[in-house]
């Protein structure tokens, strides 16, 4: 009876967490065609990808503590909601205030899905006394390569990008109405003032905040400029290209689904300086050969060098004895998703000064950080 409790509570949380990464696989593997439909250039393009991220930073604290304060499933409820109905609005937009605008909402929702989503999964993790964090972000990877899968063959198809949003939220509706059913019941706890809940990590959590920085910008960075890099490149199509973050996803996929298993064996500071030794040959493989195939191996050995690092860090905040979970993962999500967020609009300000290449030559100084970094994820 409890190995079918524990299944069933980790479906209804994964299905948040593939919920989140399908919303965000789909809008990241078609930005060459908002590119083209509003022709931007880099730097334009980063600047609405600050938006994006500004929405979303702007959410992690608010969420955190709404998640400790009334719950996090019932939080995770309405922001799945919310996630969704503003991902569908985002093709619709014919201007660029609204497309800002759209993406400014979509930042917010999926951000703050993010948070109550992963106190969620804590709260599971402690209940049930196994270490399945890894597991759940395996679903977002997997929620994400889907939507990469799909806008690879939208694009392979000339399928416009409104009907290629429509028919990703169709396909997620069910997801939705299977979080709705859940029963959870979530921990409440006594919080501190909402202003309190924007402080930067305490002194415990900032090593986790640089770690989860440095990995999120690389994630990030992935997400929002592979696709884009393997054009310029490699000159492949805006499919081929769109295929390339499908295999990062599925990486973190793989992975992440081992993750778990690959902490406990190892110990969480050995399982971070493994991966970033593995993610910095992935970055070298991208950056110097510059043939398609070998720079899809290389995002692949990126994608299995992050997969387990965010997990890791969440699961080491969540033990953390001096602030709650809701706050310690928010905390350490505002300073380390600032990578995932903020990072890549910086560096199409920096490809646009320079060139697209730069961006993975910091994504691969970055690994040197994380792997400098990992003692801090000894236990407490």
């Given at each position: 009876?409890?190995?079918?409790?524990?299944?069933?509570?980790?479906?209804?949380?994964?299905?948040?967490?593939?919920?989140?990464?399908s919303t965000f696989g789909i809008w990241a593997s078609r930005i060459p065609a908002?590119?083209?439909?509003?022709?931007?250039?880099?730097?334009?393009?980063?600047?609405?990808?600050?938006?994006?991220?500004?929405?979303?930073?702007?959410?992690?604290?608010?969420?955190?503590?709404?998640?400790?304060?009334?719950?996090?499933?019932?939080?995770?409820?309405?922001?799945a909601c919310l996630c969704l109905s503003v991902f569908i609005c985002l093709p619709?937009?014919?201007?660029?205030?609204?497309?800002?605008?759209?993406?400014?909402?979509?930042?917010?929702?999926?951000?703050?899905?993010?948070?109550?989503?992963?106190?969620?999964?804590?709260?599971?993790?402690?209940?049930?006394?196994?270490?399945?964090?890894?597991?759940?972000?395996?679903?977002?990877?997997?929620?994400?390569?889907?939507?990469?899968?799909?806008?690879?063959?939208?694009?392979?198809?000339?399928?416009?990008?409104?009907?290629?949003?429509?028919?990703?939220?169709?396909?997620?509706?069910?997801?939705?109405?299977?979080?709705?059913?859940?029963?959870?019941?979530?921990?409440?706890?006594?919080?501190?003032?909402?202003?309190?809940?924007?402080?930067?990590?305490?002194?415990?959590?900032?090593?986790?905040?640089?770690?989860?920085?440095?990995?999120?910008?690389?994630?990030?960075?992935?997400?929002?400029?592979?696709?884009?890099?393997?054009?310029?490149?490699?000159?492949?199509?805006?499919?081929?290209?769109?295929?390339?973050?499908?295999?990062?996803?599925?990486?973190?996929?793989?992975?992440?689904?081992?993750?778990?298993?690959?902490?406990?064996?190892?110990?969480?500071?050995?399982?971070?300086?493994?991966?970033?030794?593995?993610?910095?040959?992935?970055?070298?493989l991208v950056i110097f050969p510059g043939y398609y195939v070998i720079i899809v191996?290389?995002?692949?050995?990126?994608?299995?060098?992050?997969?387990?690092?965010?997990?890791?860090?969440?699961?080491?905040?969540?033990?953390?004895?001096?602030?709650?979970?809701?706050?310690?993962?928010?905390?350490?999500?505002?300073?380390?998703?600032?990578?995932?967020?903020?990072?890549?609009?910086?560096?199409?300000?920096?490809?646009?000064?320079?060139?697209?290449?730069?961006?993975?030559?910091?994504?691969?100084?970055?690994?040197?950080?994380?792997?400098?970094?990992?003692?801090?994820?000894?236990?407490?």
């Amino acid at each position: 009876m409890l190995r079918i409790a524990f299944f069933k509570d980790w479906v209804m949380v994964a299905g948040a967490f593939i919920l989140a990464g399908s919303t965000f696989g789909i809008w990241a593997s078609r930005i060459p065609a908002f590119v083209t439909r509003f022709d931007l250039s880099p730097g334009q393009l980063g600047g609405f990808l600050f938006l994006l991220a500004f929405g979303a930073i702007l959410s992690f604290a608010c969420s955190g503590f709404l998640s400790d304060k009334f719950g996090a499933v019932s939080i995770s409820k309405i922001l799945a909601c919310l996630c969704l109905s503003v991902f569908i609005c985002l093709p619709l937009a014919n201007d660029l205030v609204t497309f800002g605008w759209f993406l400014f909402l979509f930042g917010v929702f999926n951000g703050g899905l993010d948070i109550s989503m992963n106190v969620w999964a804590s709260e599971v993790q402690k209940r049930y006394e196994k270490q399945v964090l890894s597991s759940f972000h395996s679903m977002f990877s997997m929620g994400a390569g889907i939507g990469a899968v799909l806008g690879f063959v939208a694009a392979s198809n000339e399928i416009s990008i409104q009907a290629n949003f429509f028919i990703g939220a169709i396909f997620l509706i069910p997801v939705l109405v299977l979080i709705l059913c859940s029963k959870w019941q979530s921990e409440r706890k006594k919080v501190d003032a909402l202003f309190k809940q924007f402080a930067i990590p305490k002194k415990s959590l900032v090593g986790l905040g640089v770690i989860a920085f440095c990995s999120s910008l690389g994630e990030g960075g992935v997400a929002d400029w592979s696709a884009l890099y393997l054009v310029f490149v490699t000159q492949v199509s805006e499919a081929d290209a769109a295929l390339g973050f499908g295999a990062f996803s599925f990486s973190m996929v793989v992975f992440r689904l081992m993750g778990d298993k690959i902490i406990v064996r190892l110990g969480k500071e050995a399982t971070g300086r493994i991966s970033a030794i593995i993610a910095f040959f992935g970055v070298v493989l991208v950056i110097f050969p510059g043939y398609y195939v070998i720079i899809v191996l290389g995002l692949i050995f990126m994608g299995a060098g992050y997969a387990i690092l965010i997990p890791v860090c969440f699961s080491r905040a969540a033990e953390d004895l001096s602030v709650s979970p809701g706050a310690a993962i928010a905390s350490v999500s505002t300073f380390g998703y600032s990578g995932f967020l903020i990072g890549p609009p910086i560096l199409g300000l920096i490809a646009d000064y320079t060139s697209i290449i730069s961006v993975f030559v910091i994504l691969m100084l970055l690994t040197g950080v994380i792997f400098a970094m990992s003692n801090q994820l000894s236990p407490p």
